[in-house]
């Protein structure tokens, strides 16, 4: 226990470690699934919008709508607490790598429909002189192009989603907020516990935002 000259103890630290590590491996595996899941369908939600119908534009412009300008956590809940009723059920992990991916597969989406307006149109007119099918134009053409130009954009949400993994704490993923707060509740060390993950997240965000900036300057040039 801390005394009440010494607010720091390098022992609750060091028992905290292997608590540490289970919560930093959930929150990773959260982060990895969930952004694949955001890529995935936000390209997907991203090539609806192009569709030639607007029966498949606006439906599909109407639910992302909806996820975007909701509350991930209202999202959780829902994921978590209502479906149940209906005879759907989930894991408080699974819960929440399916809420963060597909609540950031609707700014993913908007990504990749950046980058695929950016595509010149010559390049489409280019595919078209060369006879070239439609599903071949987008997968040999302008999908290449397009997500070269939103991959920096594309890493700066995958730190966002690492910021919003503390979320699933409120169904319950031992994620590593979770860790550090359940340790904390039986040593009364607080301090050690959550500075030990603040540390952790910046660890992990900076060197991954420098890394975007590399990336972007490399595909600039």
């Known amino acids: 226990m801390n005394n009440g000259t010494d607010k720091w103890d390098w022992g609750a630290v060091s028992d905290f470690m292997p608590h540490f590590w289970d919560g930093v491996l959930v929150t990773l595996q959260v982060l990895a699934l969930g952004s694949l899941i ?11 919008f192009r569709a030639p119908t607007r029966f498949i534009r606006w439906p599909v412009g109407i639910i992302t709508e909806f996820i975007r300008n909701t509350p991930l956590l209202v999202q959780l809940f829902f994921l978590f607490f209502v479906l149940p009723e209906w005879d759907i059920q989930f894991s408080a992990e699974t819960t929440g ?3 963060i991916g597909l609540h950031y597969s609707t700014y993913t989406a908007q990504v990749y429909r950046a980058g695929i307006d950016a595509v010149p149109v010559g390049q489409w007119e280019a595919a078209k002189a060369l006879s070239l099918s439609y599903p071949r134009t987008w997968t040999a053409v302008i999908l290449p192009q397009a997500i070269r130009r939103v991959i920096p954009a594309l890493g700066n ?3 966002a989603m ?8 409120s169904i319950g993923v031992l994620e590593l907020l979770q860790r550090s707060r359940l340790e904390a509740a039986q040593t009364f060390q607080y301090t050690e516990a959550l500075t030990v993950v603040g540390v952790a997240f910046i660890l992990i965000a900076y060197p991954s935002s420098l890394l975007l900036r590399a990336l972007e300057r490399r595909l600039v040039r």
């Open 38 to 48: 955001s890529f995935g369908v936000g390209l997907l939600w991203a090539l609806a």
């Open 97 to 99: 790598i399916l809420a």
């Open 157 to 159: 949400y995958v730190i």
């Open 162 to 169: 690492l910021k919003d993994t503390p979320l699933l704490a």
